[in-house]
């Protein structure tokens, strides 16, 4: 059973950084998408940056030039470096996997394919 386990929200000011982390167990010995997610209040949920077992990452619009998601494979950890944040990205922040048969394609964050597996989220709160 896979399962995903997001740390390192907080509340920070405008302008600042955070850097996500999600410890990934359970999963499944093939190539693996591994994501972050991302919902405000009262808003759909939004891709936040997807990458493949070959290091590819893909980024939302918003996210491109502040954001890098990077992986640890060898200790099954996913992270998010947040930088230069802004209120716009207060909201919760999911880790998110998937199997990944399409040699990539299905991790690209804004193709919207389903993702299967999912953390519980972690709050990211930015003040102006």
């Known amino acids: 059973q896979v399962q995903l386990v997001e740390s390192g929200g907080g509340s920070v000011q405008s302008g600042g950084s955070l850097r996500l982390s999600c410890a990934a167990s359970g999963l499944p010995n093939s190539e693996i998408c591994m994501g972050w997610f991302r919902q405000a209040p009262g808003k759909e949920r939004e891709g936040v940056a997807g990458i493949d077992a070959h290091g590819v990452a893909t980024y939302g619009d ?14 099954n950890t996913l992270y998010l470096q947040m ?4 209120p716009e990205d207060t909201g919760t922040y999911y ?6 048969n399409s040699g990539g394609y299905y ?3 804004y193709h919207g394919y389903k993702w299967k597996d999912w953390g519980q989220g972690t709050q990211v709160t930015v003040s102006s």
């Open 62 to 75: 918003f996210a491109k030039g502040r954001f890098t998601v990077a992986q640890d494979n060898a200790n």
């Open 83 to 86: 930088n230069n944040l802004m």
């Open 95 to 100: 880790c998110a996997a998937r199997l990944d």
């Open 107 to 109: 991790c690209v964050i």
